[in-house]
């Protein structure tokens, strides 16, 4: 259960600065409550250190271990155009719904690899997982919304197997998302939308 650490990816704007920060900072405090790790008590200070005189955007990495210790890393970020649209595939890489971790960012990524390594990146800019039941769950990267024509996006219960993603989070919040499950079927008839805090919400082509 500790042989791993817990991460958060954040996008830092110069005039806007960290990203949904109070909805990361939540989620890393919840993550290592449940887990049994340390308070992570230095996080936001680590973060603010970490860009100090940044004039880009940046993606902002964060891991938090057993022991405590904070690591921070940047690299240079450039937003997707809003008139993006990724390519989907669904993978044959099944979750399990009973693995609790899946609903906790953290370095064990193994299952999400192993998907994303089932379409090449010139075939998928994403590609999505379901569990065994069949249920969409998530992207390897992103959390998954569906256009159902209700007006408001549906996005799938954190009990079919996913990660409580902080854009999901906020969307669920405002109003805008709603919980519920989506199957395949219920995917091919409405839209389907991918994202996460860095990027924003993804409209997506899927191709199973």
Known sequence: MTEFSLIETLRYDPDAGFIRLRLHLARLSRSAGRIGFPKPIDAAAKLRDAVAGTATAQRVRLTFDQHGHT????APFTPL???????????????????????????????????RAEHQASEADEVIMLNERSEVCEGTITSVFLDDGSGVLRTPPISCGLLAGV????????????VGRITLDDVKTGRLYVGNSLRGLIATRLIF
Do not use: F, H, M
């Not at 854009?167 to 709603?178: D, F, G, H, W």
């Open 81 to 115: 155009p809003p008139d993006t649209i990724w390519t989907v595939r669904v993978a044959n890489t099944r979750l399990d719904s009973t693995d609790k971790l899946l609903r906790i960012k953290t370095t064990r990524r193994g299952v999400y690899d192993t998907a």
């Open 167 to 178: 854009l999901r989070t906020e969307l669920i919040c405002q109003r805008k998302a709603r």
């Open 71 to 74: 690591a921070v890393t940047t």
